[in-house]
T-cell receptor, first 115, second 114 residues
Framework: DAMVIQNPRYQVTQFGKPVTLSCSQT?????MYWYQQKSSQAPKLLFH???????NEADTPDNFQSRRPNTSFCFLDIRSPGLGDAAMYLC??????????????FGPGTRLTVL | AQSVAQPEDQVNVAEGNPLTVKCTYS??????LFWYVQYPNRGLQFLLK??????LVKGSYGFEAEFNKSQTSFHLKKPSALVSDSALYFC????????????FGKGTMLLVSP
């Protein structure tokens, strides 16, 4: 089945130690998104790639970076995790052009714990 | 700017009874509206969307939603709730023109009791 895969499902890191979360998709969608979701809150968009074009949300901290080496893969890098970065990180994909972005398909998420 | 309001943090309903989860929106243009469901420790699952056409939209698992332009609402409904419907439900909106991303509501926890 076509899907969005996130690895690992659970990640534990230490305060200040860089961490990378990965997302892959078999849907061949041209748009990929990273969201941060804290306990029972709405997902907060960090950034997204529209094809190869990177779009950063205005309030996303510089501590968060992303890479998209090809259509299928996208990475979220947290350069120096703080305690406040502990959250569920959701990857999503969608297809379409600028006018017709279709619904987003989400991966299962990676729960990040910062010690 | 676009925004979504889900006025209820939690909705409680008995199994077999009809359920409604409320959503109102604000956009400066025509909206695309979505409902997603999230089970514990899982990603969001798409339920249904309104783009254009019939105001009553049918989606997955027997859910439906009614678009009401005059009231700027997009309430989620189901005629007969199941215990397995218990989950966190998110309403989301984006503009139908130009390039915009989704804005999510804060979510409503649905609890269906046996």
């Amino acid at each position: 089945d076509a899907m969005v895969i996130q690895n690992p499902r659970y990640q534990v890191t230490q305060f200040g130690k860089p961490v990378t979360l990965s997302c892959s998709q078999t849907l061949n969608h041209n748009v990929m998104y990273w969201y941060q979701q804290k306990s029972s809150q709405a997902p907060k968009l960090l950034f997204h790639y529209y094809d190869k074009d990177f779009n950063n949300e205005a309030d996303t901290p510089d501590n968060f970076q992303s890479r998209r080496p090809n259509t299928s893969f996208c990475f979220l890098d947290i350069r120096s995790p703080g305690l406040g970065d502990a959250a569920m990180y959701l990857c999503a994909t969608s297809s379409g052009n600028g006018r017709a972005l279709n619904e987003q398909f989400f991966g299962p998420g990676t729960r990040l714990t910062v010690l | 700017a676009q925004s979504v309001a889900q006025p209820e943090d939690q909705v409680n309903v008995a199994e077999g009874n009809p359920l409604t989860v409320k959503c109102t929106y604000s956009v400066s243009g025509n909206p695309y509206l979505f409902w997603y469901v999230q089970y514990p420790n899982r990603g969001l699952q798409f339920l249904l969307k309104y783009i254009t056409g019939d105001n009553l939209v049918k989606g997955s698992y027997g859910f439906e939603a009614e678009f009401n332009k005059s009231q700027t609402s997009f309430h989620l409904k189901k005629p007969s709730a199941l215990v397995s419907d218990s989950a966190l439900y998110f309403c989301a909106v984006r503009l139908d023109s130009g390039y915009s991303t989704l804005t999510f509501g804060k979510g409503t926890m649905l609890l269906v009791s046996p």
